[in-house]
């Protein structure tokens, strides 16, 4: 679908009120660009900067094919629309970038005057993204379903382990013999690890104390630790964006969700892999159906093996686990502890690549707890 003609590029009138048009544009999920004869970007607006995955000021100047591989955009065409005037569409074009990046995407081209001078307004839409906001929609409604049951049930294991360890206390009160004992404290230790797991399975039971908080330094923390615990072979790196704002966090909670995926990244390497530490600032991302203008995208990228596809759907589910001393509650406990921040984990996986991604949104104001 067009949005913007040639005589809406300037500026749009709303019942006598003048927006301006970057302010629109940037309100946008299609990417924007606006590009002349030689294909030089004059315009990009936020969600193209995602796209790219470059800021304004990098890619504004520089030619389309320094970004994008000559056989994704035909650039006889687009040249050859300017010139007759003429609009066109191309329906799932993978775009592939220069610097390795591949998306499927619908692109539309339109011819505008800008004074004496013809441009072309180029409009991408992810295809990708539609089908990933709609698994995201379901995999949410499906883990939120999952979540109740195991909390249903949950509460009603924790009832009958309450009774069954005041009755071995009560028991042991009774009995006279060390040895009968020993049984009576096997109950209660059991009892005891049963209801601790079954507590892990609730979730987080503490109030988040927002502060406004570098988000580097809880992410620090973590790399520090993990380095500790790897093998001094272990390559583990950093990728900062320094820009990043401070937002209000629960630097605990944080840490906690970084570790728990860190944890794993660690586990599925090899002595001489690499894990990798990163940060940006992403526009105009969905989350659980709410649209945030700027988030915080915090990575954890491993060459290890990769998730397994049989537990790739539900592996945010509490006891899915590809590993056979695992517990499966680490990366619930995580993206529970993220939610509290109305963020959400992401995941995309393959042979010797795993990569969790954390967005959390940028918000001028505390958080509503």
């Known amino acids: 679908m067009h949005f913007f003609g040639a005589a809406r590029y300037n500026c749009i009138i709303m019942t006598n009120t003048y927006i301006s048009n970057g302010t629109l544009l940037d309100s946008m999920a299609t990417s924007v660009l606006v590009v002349d004869r030689a294909l030089v970007i004059r315009y990009v607006n936020n969600a193209a900067e995602a796209l790219f995955e470059l800021s304004r000021n990098q890619l504004v100047g520089h030619t389309l094919k320094h970004f994008i591989a000559n056989n994704s955009l035909n650039a006889e065409r687009m040249q050859s629309a300017l010139t007759h005037r003429e609009s066109y569409t191309e329906g799932e074009v993978t775009l592939s970038f220069t610097y390795g990046k591949h998306c499927l995407v619908d692109a539309m081209v339109s011819v505008f005057d800008d004074g004496n001078e013809s441009l072309l307004l180029l409009e991408v839409i992810l295809i990708d993204q539609q089908r990933k906001l709609s698994q995201d929609n379901q995999h949410f409604a499906h883990q939120q379903a999952a979540k109740e049951l195991i909390r249903g049930l949950a509460h009603e294991i924790k009832n009958p382990l309450g009774g069954i360890r005041g009755a071995a206390q009560l028991l042991e009160r009774e009995l006279g013999s060390d040895e009968q004992r020993e049984f009576t404290s096997l109950i209660m230790e059991q009892s005891d690890r049963l209801r601790n797991m079954v507590d892990k399975l609730l979730g987080p039971n503490t109030v988040p104390s927002f502060k ?63 894990i990798t530490f990163v940060t940006r600032v992403q526009r105009q991302q969905m989350i659980q159906g709410v649209r945030y203008p700027l988030c915080v995208e915090i990575k954890v990228i491993d060459d290890g093996p990769g998730i397994p596809t049989e537990i790739k759907d539900t592996l945010f589910y509490p006891m899915v686990t590809s590993k056979s001393d695992g517990t499966g509650l680490g990366l619930s406990i995580a993206q529970s502890l993220i939610e509290h921040h109305k963020g959400k984990i992401e995941v995309e996986s393959w042979p010797g690549h795993t990569e969790f991604c954390i967005l959390l949104p940028i918000n001028n104001q505390e958080l509503t707890k």
């Open 212 to 274: 406004l908080q570098n988000v580097h330094r809880s992410i620090e923390q973590i790399r520090s630790l993990i380095s500790f615990e790897a093998d001094p072979s272990l390559h583990i790196e950093r990728d900062y964006d320094p820009s990043i704002p401070e937002i209000y966090i629960d630097s605990d909670m944080i840490q906690q969700a970084i570790l728990n995926i860190a944890r794993n990244a660690l586990q599925a390497v090899s002595d001489h892999g690499k």
